[in-house]
Every structure is written in structure tokens, then in C-alpha cells.
């Protein structure tokens, strides 16, 4: 037995010796991939992500001179995989891209492995069968945990727009119940309240209703249906892009000319609200992409920034990605709202929030050879006091669709904010599309 550890942890130092040899062999096999399409757009960190922490954890189990050690270890590659799998969530990936991203990594771990028998102390047939056991485990487990956490923040994702559905049919029951028991009684279809509020408005318009009262209502039901069809309009984008029915159309742009004309076009719910809206960025930045999503995305956070900042106001920056390596840019929504605490934002603000920090706290004592990384994105002074509005107002439909839509054009999208601090949203989009 004594034997047999020895010979695995040799087995684990030269693991431990070819590890930067694993890691460019990795990530060479997945760009060659063609069905991984977002890994060519991360950063060095961004993409190894939790995959040194996985490692230093499989190298343990190598030496583990008791059940004990291994389990422990096992247990903690566990953690790394699936905090990994969330990541991979926030970066855009879909579930098959993580999965292929595990069988890429299991391939060079047995390459490596059939290298050093053929090449190094040849091990006992025990030690070999051994090893190839603890790396076909690896993997499996990896793969399990990884996905566990990617389909759990799918879920958070669906939860968070229940939520707001059934938030949304309680909003208009309230408005009813200060009117008529028909209304109380009409059908919970969301299209056949649209239907009754809109024939509503127009009773009360050729009604006998006191001046100031009929103009209250006609304001109460004109805002619902607004808001109504704003929100029946989100959810059919939305489903329409879990579908896979939308498709991306790049051409070359100039995104600066893109987003001056979007907060110019915002501009007055800026002033309504009393807040600043100013910009940031390069005279001219042309990049590949599809101009609709792109405004679409910029257009959703602006937004709720500018609706949920009570004094301040927001600065939107957009720039070329600085960090060795990469080829993307880069467009920041910054506001100087009360920042989000936990239980106060929709389900998938609250994922997009744990994964950036997530993200940030591993990525700088994980990468080897210090390969510099993206920094944490800037985030301004709160200057408002006010919590945000409980009420529904879209930003969490609205937010599922700025995420699929960032997965659509191979975009990565963090949050950052904390009490006392304002909030930043970051979207890292390619510089170029390869196939288009």
C-alpha cells in the first residue's frame, strides 16, 4: 500500500509539473473546437476560471494517504466544479459548451497521464489503473456539478419571471378592486385583461363620470395598458429567444454613434426624473454585431437604471477591452442608485451578482503564471437613499432578455453593487464574429 501512494504521488507531481503545458493544451483544443463558440472571446482568466483550483484539488486526491485526505479533496473539487458551471452561466455559455469544455480538459488530463507512463518511472499496472480511475471520476463529477449549477441559474432565471408574472396579474387585481366586481371576475389571462382594461377606457371616455375623476381613470388605465403591452411585447421577445427563433445579423458598426443615440433618445425620462445622463467613450468605435441587440441590451439597462436611480444619475461607458489577450470591447451602465442587497432584486439579478463576485474573488489567486486579468468593473457613489421599487416594472423579464440576448451574441455580462454603492452592469462583446 505504502508502495502504491508513493507511485501516485509521483504521479501527482508530474501533473503538477506539466500543469501550464495542460492548461495551453486545453484551451487550444476548445478554440479549435467549433461548436465553442464564446471561450475565443473570454480573457486568459476568465476562461481557466475555477480549472487551476479543480487541479491543485485532483493532485491532492493523487497523494491522499487515507480515505479521509481523499475524500476531502474530492469534496472540494466538487465546490470548484460547480462554482465553475456558474461562471460558465454568467459568461454566456450554453449547457453543451460546458459539457464539451469538460471532455476537452479529460482528454488532455489522459494524454498527459499515457505521456508520463510512456516516458517517466513506468508506474505499477495498479498506480495506472489507479490514476485513470481518479481522472474518469474527475470528470464525471465535474461534468455533474458543473451542469447541476448552469441548469440551476436556468431555474433561478424562470423563477424570477414567474415571480414577476404573478406580481404582475396582483398589480392590476388592485386596480380593479377600486372599481367594479366585473372586473374582479374577468378572466386571469394576461391578453383578455389587456382587452378589459383598453374597453374600460373607453367607457369611462364617453362616460358621465365628475371631470377629475374620469381623467384620473382614463390616466390609471392608459398607464396599465401602456405597461401592459410593454410587458405581453417582452414576453414574447423573450420566448421567442428561448426558442432559438431569433438569429443575429452581424454587419460593422460604429457602436459609439449607436449608444450617443440612445441616451440622447433617453435623455428626457433623465431630466423627468431630475437625474444626469452622461456618456463616455472613443469619437468613433466600430466593432462587428447585430445593431438591434446591441441597442436592445444597452436600452434594457439604461432603462432601469434610469428608473430605479432617485438622485444622481447614470453614466453609460463604452471602450475597447484593454487586457492582454483579449479582443472584445466592452459597455458599462453605471448609476448612483441605493445599490442592490440580497432579497431586494429579481432572481436573476441576485445570480448575475453572486457569479461577478464569485468570478473576482477566485480568478486572481487561481491563474498561473499571473496572467493579468480583466479588472472588476467601476461602480459610482450611491447618492440615493430610497430602496428600489418593489413593484413590478419589467426589469426582471427585462434583464432575462438582456442575458439571452448576450448569449446570443457571445457576450458576457456582469453586475456589480453593494449598499452604499451604486450599480454597474458590464457587457464584454467580441471585436468580430468568425462565420458571422
Request: proline share 3%; hydrophobic share 40%.
Amino acid at each position: 500500500m505504502d508502495n502504491l501512494i508513493v507511485e501516485m504521488t509521483a504521479i501527482a507531481e508530474r501533473l503538477a509539473a506539466r500543469r501550464n503545458s495542460i492548461l495551453v493544451n486545453w484551451r487550444r483544443r476548445v478554440q479549435e473546437d467549433a461548436a465553442l463558440e464564446h471561450a475565443s472571446h473570454l480573457s486568459l482568466g476568465q476562461f481557466y476560471d475555477h480549472i487551476p483550483t479543480l487541479l491543485d484539488e485532483l493532485e491532492r486526491e493523487f497523494g491522499a494517504a487515507n480515505a479521509s485526505a481523499k475524500s476531502e479533496a474530492v469534496e472540494e473539487e466538487k465546490r470548484s466544479a460547480a462554482e465553475h458551471g456558474i461562471i460558465r452561466w454568467q459568461q454566456g455559455y450554453n449547457l453543451v459548451e460546458v459539457m464539451r469544455e469538460w471532455r476537452h480538459l479529460h482528454l488532455c488530463l489522459i494524454e498527459e497521464l499515457e505521456l508520463g507512463f510512456e516516458t517517466g518511472t513506468q508506474p505499477s499496472r495498479a498506480a495506472q489503473a489507479g490514476a485513470v480511475h481518479i481522472i474518469s471520476r474527475f470528470f464525471a463529477d465535474g461534468v455533474c456539478e458543473s451542469s447541476e449549477q448552469y441548469s440551476s441559474m436556468r431555474r433561478t432565471e424562470a423563477a424570477g419571471r414567474a415571480q414577476y408574472v404573478e406580481a404582475a396579474i396582483g398589480r392590476l387585481n388592485d386596480g380593479e378592486r377600486a372599481r367594479a366586481d366585473s372586473w374582479r371576475e374577468a378572466a386571469h389571462d394576461l391578453r383578455g385583461r389587456l382587452g378589459v382594461v383598453k374597453s374600460a377606457a373607453d367607457l369611462l371616455a364617453r362616460g358621465g363620470l365628475p371631470e377629475e375623476d374620469r381623467a384620473q381613470s382614463l390616466r390609471m388605465l392608459h398607464n396599465s395598458v401602456d405597461w401592459m403591452s410593454a410587458f405581453l411585447n417582452d414576453l414574447m421577445e423573450l420566448s421567442r429567444l428561448e426558442a432559438g427563433h431569433e438569429r443575429r445579423l452581424i454587419t460593422r458598426l460604429d457602436v459609439t454613434r449607436l449608444l450617443k443615440d440612445l441616451c440622447n433618445g433617453m435623455r428626457p425620462m433623465a431630466n423627468e426624473r431630475r437625474l444626469f445622463l452622461t456618456v463616455e467613450g472613443p469619437p468613433e468605435l466600430f466593432v462587428e454585431g447585430d445593431e438591434i441587440k446591441i441597442h436592445r441590451i444597452a436600452q434594457n439597462l439604461l432603462g432601469n437604471a434610469l428608473r430605479y436611480t432617485e438622485a444622481g444619475g447614470v453614466k453609460v461607458v463604452w471602450e475597447l477591452d484593454q487586457t492582454l489577450g483579449t479582443d472584445r470591447w466592452t459597455l458599462c451602465v453605471q448609476d448612483t442608485g441605493p445599490g442592490l442587497r440580497h432579497g431586494t432584486v429579481t432572481p436573476i439579478a441576485d445570480a448575475l451578482k453572486g457569479a461577478t463576485d464569485l468570478d473576482h474573488e477566485t480568478v486572481d489567486q487561481q491563474l498561473v503564471g499571473h496572467i493579468p486579468d480583466t479588472p472588476a468593473a467601476a461602480t459610482l457613489h450611491s447618492q440615493s437613499h430610497a430602496e428600489p421599487n418593489n413593484g413590478p416594472s419589467g426589469e426582471g423579464v427585462g434583464l432575462a432578455i438582456v442575458k439571452r440576448l448576450c448569449e446570443l451574441l457571445e457576450a458576457s455580462i456582469e453586475l456589480q453593487t453593494a449598499p452604499g454603492k451604486g450599480t454597474t452592469f458590464r457587457v464584454m462583446f467580441p471585436l468580430r464574429y468568425d462565420g458571422r
